[in-house]
Each structure stands twice: as structure tokens, then as C-alpha cells.
């Protein structure tokens, strides 16, 4: 329920106005007070000033504080900064964030990413805080916005003498000529001055500029679209900025996309002596000069979401990727980041050998990346359990991968067949075996279940082994939300200028009795409107000083 406020003109205002809303006259005093008009909003009254809230009003009272807004801001801050401590996860290509943090940053490390501060843009908490900075600056614009509009767009010219005597501009003196025709002269000049002119008999209004007032909700606009794009960069499809390997020869999918990109040939080039500089010759390392991937990429047709089916791919696009010199189609972009010289495996062809007979039963396919998850060797069958790219043991012992690049694989099979229990004997392979994995190998392998006494899976030579001669590493980016992150910035550039460049000057004056009341009011540059309102003054053969305009005579 929202109670009234009636002024002595007979116009009903609602609690929390602060100067009527036909009238002008201050509704806080008996009438005596000198004291200068607080002129935000002209005064009127907004939602949050309700009487007897409900919990609606007092959610609604929450978020169109500025001091919570300002709150708010500084805790976003705050999780900003904790967020650029280390490393986020986001930003590497490859590795396992729960030992990576400890094993180089310590204890504290630990804690940073048991804390999720490995990920602080993208946790709940920093979302959450984002969705409040939103709300408030919507709900804070409507609760000003609204009766500003209200109070600019229903303004009354005859203003209520108080109005005009305590403003900080003011004149008060006597004219010898008829009110209406002196208001009548007075339009010429106030609109050369670019003011636009409303009269009411011997009452005035004249104003210009007024846009300028609504500068800092449309800088509000901008902040919300603006804000709106970063929490859309979340959602899928928008925003991706990840590293990904893509082997040599090899076709790969970039992930949460339809596309795929094949790097058809690495190749780098060195500077050679004569081209380096002495200082770097001293320190005899090797320096690239240019390091480039010939890529081709596809699009998916059909069969793009069944794994059962091989996709069928359409090529869009061919281009050698170079630093800065990014793959670019239809907003996804690929930019050269690094590269591995260093041969990896790609497949191999293992046998299962029997280890008592030396019968074997039969050789396989085994790709690194995409492995079959059933194997059938003669009266064995290899069920795929697990696999490791980077094979090592944790803490506790147990396997995990320390990365996503086939450096150390090991694939865990359930071997069933004659002379094994029913439920099968786990075995854990190493295709690329020295004498240390060969040693991790067997050692396991006891540990699972002895099958090494029996069975064993064994690369008869290295015509059966496929590697891939480099590998490029490539920054996958995709942000279709940017356009309106410059789009939010630019509207705040808007509001920006027009507030600044611009200031909302308003002239109101009556003639009572032969007496000429002027009152005027600006948001900005004081001095400026004083100087204009003389200078009209005078135009009109009124001889005034200018510190005689200001309220008080000649107060500073």
C-alpha cells in the first residue's frame, strides 16, 4: 500500500517525493528554508521508497542500492585477482590439475585448487556474482529511470515560487514592460542559445540537452549486454579456447564441434649461426624460425553423433597455419602454439603368445587414440578395461594418466579364456616397452593376477609399429560472444560521452506583479550556465552581475 503526500496545490504525490509533482514546492519544510532543492530524479519518489514493504520490495530495495552494487563489484574483484594467482586450468594443454598445482606450487597449491580458485571463472560462486552485478544494475536503473522519465516528460511550466528561489541560479528583480509580452520577447534568444521554449502565459520553461540525463543508464545498458556476453561465453558452442595435439597424418576432432582438422605436414625451420646473434650463439641453443602446420579442415555431413558409424566429413577449408596466421572459418580459429618433434606411437600390432608353448594366437590392431574394446585371439578374449596416455602411479599406487599425449600408454585388459578363472584375469599392456616399463610392467601384471606365466602380448618387430613423426599443438578458439562484448563496451562509450560532453540546462522564470522570478538548474558546469543565464539577462535589458545570480547574493 503506497500512502499520499498532498501538496496545497491539490496534487496528490507519493510517500518518499520530495518536491511536488505539478508544483515544485518542497513537501520537507514550512517554507522559509533558503536552503538549494535536491534535484535527483526532480524529486520524485522511487519504488524503493515504499511504505510497508512486502518481500518483494525488500529483494527489489536489496539490489537497487548503490552501496550493495559498489559491494558486489568489490567482491567479483577480489575473486578476479584470487583467480590470476596460478595457473587456470583452462590455459595448458594437457594436464592433470589434482597433482599438477601441488607438485609445483607446494601445499599452498593444494589448497588453491581444493578451493576450485583453479577455475575461478567458471565457478559457481564467480558466475553468481556476475548474475547479482546484473540484477542490480537493472533493478537500479528501472527504480531511477522510471519517475526521471515520469518528472522530465510531464514537466509543469508554471513553477511554485520556492522552486524557483532555491535554486543555485537565481534572479529576482523588476521588469518595466507587461509579463506575457516580456515572456513572449524572451523565446527568441533562448532558442538562438539552442534551447528549446515553452511558455504559459508570463511563466517559462526553456531547456536544452536533455539526453544528456539519460547517459548513465544507457552506460548501465551497456554494462548488462555487456555482461550478459561474458556469462553467455559459458554456455555450449559460444566460447572455447582450449590446446589441443593433432598428430601428424592424422584427422582429429575438435571437441564441441562439428569440424574436424587433419594436420597434413609439420615442418620448422631453423636460424642457422650466421643468422643468430652472437649472444645467442654463445648459449648454443637451437632457435625456430618458423614452425608451420599445413591443416585442411572438414565439417561433418552425416553419422557426426554415432560412434558406431564412421562420420562422413566435407572438406571447408585448407591453410598453413603459422604464428598469428590463424586457420579461420566461421568464427572458429585455430592459431600454431607449439610443437613436439619427438616420435610417438600411433598403433601397433601385438600378438598373444602363449609364454609356456610360444603358440600364438593372433595379431591385432592396437590404435593409441582409438582402440577397439574387444579383442577375439583365438579361444582368448581382450575386453578393454581402461587406458593411459601418460601411464604413472599416484600416491596410493593406483595407475593414471598425467596427460592426454600418448607418451607412456598402457592399455588394462580382462583376458577370458581356457584355463583362466571365469570372471578373467586382469592384464595391463605397455606397448612401448624398455627394461624400466618392462620391469613396472611385470611387477603390475604379479599384482593382477600372474597371468605373465601364462599369456603375453608382444610385438614381433618393428615393422608392426606405426609412429607419428611430430605433432602440433594448436589454441582452438571460438567466441561468438565477443561481437557483443565490444558491442556493451561501445555502448558504454555512448553513455560515457553523453554525459560528459553534454549537461541537462533548464531555465524557468514568472512574472508576478512586475517582479521577474528566474530559477535555473544543470547537472554539470555551473559557472557556464550562470554566464548563459546573465548573458540572456541582459540581452533582455536587464542589468545583472553574475555573482549576483548565484543563490545568497555573493556566497561562493
Known amino acids: 500500500m503506497i ?18 509533482e505539478a508544483c515544485g514546492k518542497p513537501l520537507d519544510d514550512s517554507g522559509d528554508s533558503t536552503e538549494l532543492l535536491e534535484m535527483r530524479y526532480d ?6 521508497q515504499r511504505a510497508n514493504p512486502n518481500w518483494i520490495d525488500k529483494i527489489w530495495n536489496f539490489f537497487s542500492s548503490v552501496k550493495v552494487a559498489v559491494y558486489l563489484i568489490i567482491f567479483t574483484l ?21 597433482t599438477f598445482y601441488k607438485e609445483k606450487y607446494g601445499t599452498i597449491g593444494d589448497i588453491y585448487y581444493k578451493l576450485g580458485l583453479s577455475h575461478t571463472y567458471e565457478s559457481w560462486w564467480f558466475v553468481t556474482l556476475l548474475v547479482m552485478i546484473g540484477a542490480s544494475l537493472v533493478i537500479c536503473s528501472l527504480d531511477r529511470v522510471l519517475p526521471l522519465y515520469k518528472a522530465l516528460s510531464k514537466q509543469k511550466i508554471r513553477k511554485h515560487m520556492q522552486f524557483l528561489t532555491r535554486q543555485k541560479v537565481v534572479y529576482q528583480g523588476p521588469i518595466q514592460e507587461d509579463g506575457a509580452a516580456w515572456t513572449q520577447r524572451a523565446i527568441a534568444p533562448l532558442k538562438k542559445k539552442g534551447y528549446r521554449v515553452h511558455t504559459d502565459g508570463d511563466a517559462l520553461l526553456a531547456e536544452k540537452q536533455r539526453f544528456s540525463r539519460w547517459g548513465p543508464y544507457v552506460i548501465h545498458i551497456g554494462l548488462i549486454v555487456f555482461l550478459l556476453a561474458v556469462l553467455f561465453r559459458g554456455l555450449p558452442g559460444l566460447h572455447l579456447d582450449k590446446h589441443y595435439w593433432f598428430p601428424e597424418g592424422e584427422i582429429t576432432k575438435i571437441p564441441d564441434t562439428n569440424l574436424y582438422l587433419k594436420n597434413e605436414k609439420f615442418t620448422v625451420e631453423y636460424y642457422t649461426e650466421e643468422e643468430m646473434s652472437e649472444e645467442f650463439r654463445e648459449t648454443g641453443k637451437v632457435v625456430p624460425k618458423l614452425f608451420e602446420t599445413k591443416a585442411v579442415l572438414y565439417k561433418c555431413t552425416a553419422n557426426c553423433d554415432d560412434p558406431s ?3 562422413e566429413l566435407t572438406e571447408v577449408k585448407r591453410h598453413a597455419i603459422r604464428v598469428n596466421d ?24 601385438p600378438v598373444l603368445v ?7 594366437y593372433g595379431k591385432f590392431q592396437l590404435d593409441m587414440t582409438d582402440p577397439q574394446l574387444k579383442y577375439e585371439l583365438g579361444p582368448y578374449t581382450l575386453e578393454l578395461k581402461n587406458k593411459y596416455m601418460d601411464f604413472s602411479l599416484n600416491e596410493k599406487g593406483q595407475p593414471v594418466s598425467k596427460s592426454n599425449d600418448p607418451n607412456a600408454p598402457a592399455f588394462l585388459f580382462l583376458v577370458k579364456g581356457p584355463d583362466l578363472p571365469e570372471e ?24 593382477l593376477g600372474g597371468l605373465q606365466n601364462k599369456l603375453s602380448l608382444d610385438v614381433l618387430g618393428m615393422d608392426d609399429v606405426d609412429f607419428i613423426a611430430s605433432s602440433s599443438y594448436l589454441n582452438i578458439r571460438v567466441d561468438r560472444a565477443m561481437p557483443f562484448v565490444w558491442l556493451g563496451l561501445g555502448i558504454v562509450m555512448i553513455g560515457l560521452v553523453m554525459g560528459f560532453y553534454w549537461h541537462h540546462r533548464r531555465i524557468w522564470l514568472r512574472i508576478d506583479n512586475g517582479v521577474l522570478t528566474l530559477g535555473a538548474h544543470t547537472s554539470k558546469n555551473w559557472f557556464g550556465l550562470r554566464r548563459e543565464v546573465a548573458a540572456f539577462l541582459k540581452g533582455m535589458n536587464v542589468d545583472v552581475n553574475e555573482k549576483e545570480l548565484e543563490n545568497g547574493g555573493e556566497r561562493s
Open 424 to 447: 578373467g584375469v586382469q592384464y595391463i599392456y605397455f606397448p612401448k616397452v624398455v627394461d624400466k616399463e618392462r620391469f613396472q610392467q611385470d611387477a603390475i601384471n604379479k599384482k
Open 309 to 311: 558409424k564412421e562420420p
Open 326 to 349: 590463424p586457420l579461420n572459418y566461421q568464427g572458429v580459429k585455430a592459431y600454431q602454439f607449439d610443437f613436439d618433434l619427438t616420435p610417438k606411437l600411433r598403433s601397433v600390432k
Open 354 to 360: 602363449d609364454v609356456k608353448t610360444g603358440k600364438q
Open 78 to 98: 577480489i575473486g578476479a585477482i584470487f583467480g590470476t594467482i596460478f595457473e587456470q586450468e583452462s590455459n595448458f594443454v594437457s594436464f592433470d590439475p589434482s
Open 3 to 20: 500512502k499520499n503526500t498532498k501538496c496545497e496545490c491539490g496534487h496528490q504525490n507519493r510517500v518518499g517525493t520530495v518536491l511536488c
Open 43 to 48: 524529486g520524485a519518489a522511487r519504488r524503493s
